[in-house]
């Protein structure tokens, strides 16, 4: 069975720029999570749907950030404009049910280098 | 507020060596879960176990061994016989109920500890 698809792998841009990363989860997960992990911290949570509804997006930069999962499946993470500090790797994940207390499988990540 | 401590940032130890990996969780809730996940050089956060609350039995799986003490608030995970193959970031986070109100679905995660097993 096919895990958490993540790309682009590694992306680099200059500040100011546009970006977006794509996540396929694995098949049947109806929850889907975006993590930022910056260098030597633990993942944090950006945003999490359950189907194609944004049901904590508390900890999402919404002034440059934006996310969609139309029709429940996929999903996209724009960055707009991209920041120094937004230089990270940002992870998805999905989960089979609701709710954090299911196993989150983990894609490999985009790390992103803004210049 | 909860939080997740992992004190040690980076440990060697040379193969065939135990280790123990420290973890102290912070809650208020009296139900969560508390997980260890293995982040090797690849990047992708590999799930190692998952425990609730109410149940403080230690598990063993292989060489993996896991100690639940909630009186220290304590998750530590023991590699027995360490293998070269063990070397990555090890996270251990913490999830509150889905009960407990805002922010309650958030996996918080500790900072990791990095092993490094020496041949």
């Known amino acids: 069975e096919a895990g958490v698809v993540q790309s682009p792998r590694y992306k680099i841009i200059e500040k100011k720029q546009p970006v977006a990363f794509w996540c396929n989860p694995i098949?049947?997960?109806?929850?889907l999570y975006w993590y930022r992990q910056n260098l030597g911290q633990g993942p944090e949570l950006l945003i999490r749907y359950e189907n194609e509804e944004a049901v904590d997006d508390s900890q999402l930069p919404k002034d440059r950030f934006s996310a969609e999962r139309l029709k429940g499946v996929d999903s996209t993470l724009k960055i707009q404009p991209a920041e120094l500090g937004d230089s990270a790797v940002y992870l998805c994940?999905?989960?089979?049910?609701?709710?954090?207390?299911?196993?989150?499988?983990f894609g490999p990540g985009t790390r992103l280098t803004v210049l | 507020a909860q939080k997740v401590t992992q004190a040690q940032t980076e440990i060697s130890v040379v193969e065939k060596e135990d280790v123990t990996l420290d973890c102290v969780y912070e809650?208020?809730?009296?139900?969560?879960?508390l997980f260890w996940y293995k982040q090797p050089p690849s990047g992708e956060l590999v799930f190692l176990i998952r425990r609730n609350s109410f149940d403080e039995q230690n598990e063993i799986s292989g060489r993996y061994s896991w100690n639940f003490q909630k009186s220290t608030s304590s998750f530590n995970f023991t590699i027995t016989a360490s293998q070269v193959v063990d070397s990555a970031v090890y996270f251990c986070a913490l999830s509150e109920t889905p009960y407990s109100g805002a922010g309650s679905y958030q996996l918080t995660f500790g900072k990791g500890t990095k092993l490094s097993v020496i041949p």
């Open positions: 809650t208020r809730d009296t139900t969560y879960y």
């Open positions: 994940a999905s989960s089979l049910g609701f709710g954090t207390v299911n196993e989150q499988f």
């Open positions: 098949s049947g997960h109806n929850t």
